[in-house]
C-alpha cells in the first residue's frame, strides 16, 4: 500500500480481511520529517505495518522520482500480493503515480477499482468505465488503483489508536535501498509557481428579493446568449 | 527544429476525438515544428482532416482492452525509441493519461500531466499546469528530451485547419505482442438518462449547500430545459445524495460546458479543478464570501430555495 495519505487504498485492503482473506496490509511512504501521528492513522484504521523511507534527500522530489523510490522499496521490502494506491496524490494532482510503478515493476495494472475480492491466485475486481463498470479477473500480484466509490474510509476505534500507538515504524534510508542522489535528479525542472490572476469578475445579480434576483439572472444570461 | 509526436485518440464512433483536435492546436502552436500523428487502426478517411506533417498508424485498440492499452503503450514506446520526438503529446483523457504515463516510465522520459499551456518561445520547450488543486499554476522547463505531455481537455480550441497538403500515412510494426494479463469478463452498463455530463453544453450542479437528495430533481429538470447535464460536487456524493457518475471535480469528471451552473457548491478547488474551463459559471449560493463567486462570471448571492424556482420558471419561458 502506498502513498500514505491515501485512506481508499488502506479501506480497500481493510475490505480483503473483513470478508475473510487472511492479508498482511503494509503502509509505504516516502518522505522526509514525517509527521508521525498522521503517518499513523492507517495503523489506527487496523494496516499491520508502517515502512516509510525518510531521507532528506527525499524532501523536494517529483512524482517520477517518487515512482522510482516507490518501486525499489517494493522490491527491498516485498514480495506483495497486491500494490493498492489512491486514484490520484492530493497535493499535485499526478494520478500517474500507481501506472510508474506498475510499469517499473513489471506488473499489470487495473485502475479506478471500486471493489475488490480475493480469489486464489487471482483478484476479482469492478473498475469504474463512464457508463457503469467492468468486471474484471487480475493476477496475484497486481497494481491496483482504487477509487472513492469504493466507500468511506473507516474511523480508528479506540483499540485501534491503542495498537497504532505502540507500533513502531520501520525506516528505510535511500543507502538501504541502493540510491543515491544521482537517482533523484528530477527531469522536470519547477521555474516559476504562482497564482494565477482571476481575468473572471463576478457580475452579481440583485433584484428587489431573491425570487427577482432569479428571474433577473435568467434574463441576464439570455442578454448574453449564454441560454 | 521541434519534433512532435502526437499520440491521436478516437471518439465512441471511431472518428478522430476533439480533444485530438485540441492537441494538434497545442502542437501547431510550437515555434518550427514538425508534427507527426500516430493514430490506433487504419487512417482512412481522416488522415485529410488532421493538419499534421505525417500520419503513422499502429494496430487497432483490441475490444477486451481493459482501459490499460497495453498494446498501443507498446508500439508508442517503440515508436518514441526509434523517432526520438522532443515531444510526445497525448489528451489528459483516461486513455491518454494512461498511455501517457506508462510509456514515459517505459522509456524513462520526463512526464507533463494536464498541461494547460506548452511553448518553445525561447528555444526550449516550457509546459505549464495547474497544481494544488489547480489554485497555482507551475512553469517546467524539461530537463532532458523527450518529453510526454497530457493537456487538460478545453485547454486548447480544436484545430479546424485541414491536412493539407494531405500528410504522408505510413504503417509501423513495433514487433512486439503485449501479454494480456488481465480479463474483463463482463460489463455492467448503467442506465444513463439524456445527455453525457461530459459532452454536455449546459451543466446544472449541486453541492453541499442543497442540504439533501430531493433538490436534484429541481436540478434535473432544469438540466432537462436546457439539454443539459446534472453534475455534482464530492461533499453531495459522498453523502449519498446523488451517484457518483454525477462527480465533477479533481477525483471526479473534467468538464468544459458553454454554462455551468453551480447551485450550493462552495467552489473548493478540487471541485474547480474539475470545472474551471467552462466557458461561464453562475453561480447561486448564500453565501457571498464563497471561492465560487470567486470564479463565476455570473452569480446570486442567496438562498438557492428561494433563487431557483424563479430562475428556473424564467428559463423555462425563455426556452418556451
Known amino acids: ?59 523536494r522530489i517529483d512524482s517520477a522520482v517518487t515512482v ?59 473498475r469504474v468505465i463512464p457508463d457503469g463498470y467492468q468486471v474484471i479477473t487480475a493476477p496475484v500480484p497486481s497494481v491496483l488503483t482504487i477509487t472513492n466509490e469504493l466507500g468511506e474510509p473507516r474511523y480508528p476505534n479506540l483499540r485501534g489508536i491503542m495498537q497504532a500507538s505502540r507500533k513502531k515504524p520501520e525506516i528505510f534510508s535511500l543507502a538501504d535501498l541502493g540510491l543515491s542522489s544521482d537517482d533523484l535528479a528530477p527531469k522536470l525542472e519547477l521555474k516559476k509557481l504562482y497564482v494565477p490572476e482571476s481575468n473572471r469578475q463576478v457580475e452579481l445579480i440583485e433584484g428587489e428579493d431573491e425570487a427577482d434576483s432569479g428571474k433577473k439572472l435568467a434574463l441576464r444570461l439570455r442578454e448574453e446568449k449564454l441560454i | 527544429m521541434t519534433s512532435v509526436l502526437l499520440v491521436a485518440e478516437r471518439d465512441d464512433q471511431g472518428d478522430i476525438s476533439q480533444s485530438t483536435l485540441q492537441a ?3 502542437a501547431r502552436g510550437l ?32 475490444s477486451g482492452d481493459v482501459g490499460i492499452y497495453d498494446q498501443v503503450t507498446a508500439d508508442v514506446a517503440a515508436l518514441i525509441s526509434s523517432t526520438s520526438p522532443d515531444v510526445v503529446i497525448l489528451s489528459k483523457s483516461d486513455f491518454g493519461s494512461i498511455v501517457g504515463a506508462r510509456v514515459a516510465f517505459r522509456v524513462d522520459a520526463a512526464f507533463a500531466s494536464d498541461c494547460i499551456e506548452i511553448s518553445n518561445a525561447d528555444g526550449s ?73 461530459e459532452d454536455a453544453d449546459f451543466v446544472v450542479s449541486g453541492g453541499r449547500g442543497l442540504g439533501g437528495p430531493e433538490p436534484f ?76 463567486f470567486k470564479e463565476a462570471r455570473f452569480g446570486v448571492v442567496g438562498d438557492w430555495e428561494k433563487v431557483l424556482p424563479s430562475f428556473f420558471a424564467a428559463v423555462r419561458d425563455l426556452k418556451a
Open chain 2, 125 to 197: 520547450v516550457t509546459v505549464t499546469r495547474p497544481v494544488y488543486g489547480g489554485s497555482a499554476l507551475a512553469e517546467f522547463g524539461i530537463a532532458s528530451s523527450p518529453v510526454i505531455v497530457t493537456l487538460r481537455a478545453g485547454a486548447f480550441e480544436p484545430s479546424s485547419d485541414t491536412g493539407s497538403p494531405e500528410p504522408e500515412v505510413q504503417g509501423f510494426d513495433s514487433g512486439v505482442t503485449a501479454e494480456r494479463l488481465v480479463t474483463v469478463t463482463d460489463t455492467i452498463a448503467e442506465v444513463r438518462e439524456g445527455v453525457r455530463l
Open chain 2, 217 to 292: 430533481s429541481v436540478l434535473t429538470d432544469l438540466a432537462n430545459v436546457l439539454g443539459g447535464a446534472v453534475g455534482a460536487s464530492r461533499a453531495a456524493c459522498d453523502a449519498g445524495w446523488i451517484d457518483h457518475s454525477h462527480q465533477v471535480g479533481l477525483t471526479g469528471k473534467s468538464v468544459s460546458p458553454d454554462v455551468y451552473i453551480a447551485v450550493g457548491i462552495s467552489g473548493a478547488s478540487q471541485h474547480m479543478a474539475g470545472c474551471s474551463s467552462s466557458r461561464a459559471i453562475v453561480a447561486i449560493n448564500k453565501d457571498g464570501d464563497s471561492n465560487i
Open chain 2, 24 to 26: 494538434v492546436t497545442a
Open chain 2, 31 to 62: 515555434a518550427d515544428v514538425q508534427v507527426t500523428a500516430v493514430i490506433t487502426g487504419d487512417a482512412d478517411g481522416f488522415a485529410s482532416s488532421l493538419a499534421v506533417d505525417k500520419v503513422v498508424t499502429i494496430s487497432a485498440v483490441e
Open chain 1, 1 to 59: 500500500m502506498v502513498n500514505g495519505f491515501d485512506l481508499n487504498a488502506v479501506e480497500a485492503g481493510l475490505q480483503l480481511r473483513d470478508a475473510g482473506a487472511d492479508v498482511e496490509i503494509t503502509v509505504l511512504s516516502v518522505g522526509s520529517d514525517f509527521i508521525m501521528d498522521a503517518m499513523k492513522k492507517p495503523l489506527a484504521m487496523g494496516a499491520d505495518r508502517l515502512v516509510l523511507v525518510d531521507d532528506s534527500g527525499l524532501d
Open chain 1, 68 to 126: 522510482k523510490v516507490l518501486a525499489a522499496a517494493i522490491e527491498k521490502d516485498g514480495p506483495f500480493d497486491l500494490i493498492l494506491g489512491g486514484r490520484q496524490a492530493s497535493d499535485w494532482d499526478q494520478a500517474h503515480v500507481m501506472l510508474g510503478l506498475a510499469e517499473i515493476l513489471g506488473l499489470p495494472l487495473v485502475s479506478v477499482v471500486q471493489k475488490l475480492e480475493l480469489d486464489g491466485d487471482s483478484v476479482a475486481l469492478q
